[in-house]
C-alpha cells in the first residue's frame, strides 16, 4: 500500500526558498501522478501543483506560477516541490497525495487523491 511521507518545510523569510520533499514507499510511483496541497487553519485545503506518473506534464495554481516548481524522480521514488521567492500568504501546511491524473481543476484531484502524507508546516516569516 502506498505511503507518502512529507519534508523540508520550515521557517524562512519572504523572498527565500525552500524544497518539499514527497518521498513514497509501499509502492512505486510509476503509477501514480502526485499532487501538492496546502491549508491553513479556518480555511479550506487548497491545490498547488501536481506532476502525471511519468512526469511529462505539470500543472500549477496561479498563485504559485513561476514560483514553484514541481519534480518527480522515480528512481528516489519521490516527489519534489521547489518553492522560490515565498511569500507570507504561502505559510500552511503542505500534503502530498497521490491520484491517476493530473489535470482539470485542482478541487478534482483534491476529492479524488489519497494516501495523504502527514504534512510539513512552512512559514514565512520575516
Known amino acids: 500500500q502506498l505511503q507518502l511521507v512529507e519534508s523540508g518545510g520550515g521557517l524562512v523569510q519572504p523572498g527565500g526558498s525552500l524544497r518539499l520533499s514527497c518521498a513514497a514507499s509501499?509502492?512505486?510511483?510509476?503509477?501514480?501522478?502526485i499532487g501538492w496541497f496546502r491549508q491553513v487553519p479556518g480555511k479550506e485545503r487548497e491545490g498547488v501543483s501536481c506532476i502525471t506518473s511519468r512526469g511529462g506534464y505539470t500543472n500549477y495554481a496561479d498563485s504559485v506560477k513561476g514560483r514553484f516548481t514541481i519534480s518527480k524522480d522515480n528512481a528516489k521514488n519521490t516527489v519534489y516541490l521547489q518553492m522560490n521567492s515565498l511569500k507570507l500568504e504561502d505559510t500552511a501546511v503542505y500534503y502530498c497525495?497521490?491520484?491517476?491524473?493530473?489535470?482539470?481543476?485542482?478541487?478534482?484531484?483534491?476529492?479524488?487523491?489519497?494516501?495523504w502524507g502527514q504534512g510539513t508546516q512552512v512559514t514565512v516569516s520575516s
Open positions: 497525495a497521490a491520484s491517476y491524473y493530473c489535470s482539470g481543476a485542482f478541487r478534482d484531484l483534491l476529492r479524488d487523491s489519497g494516501s
Open positions: 509501499g509502492s512505486t510511483l510509476d503509477y501514480y501522478a
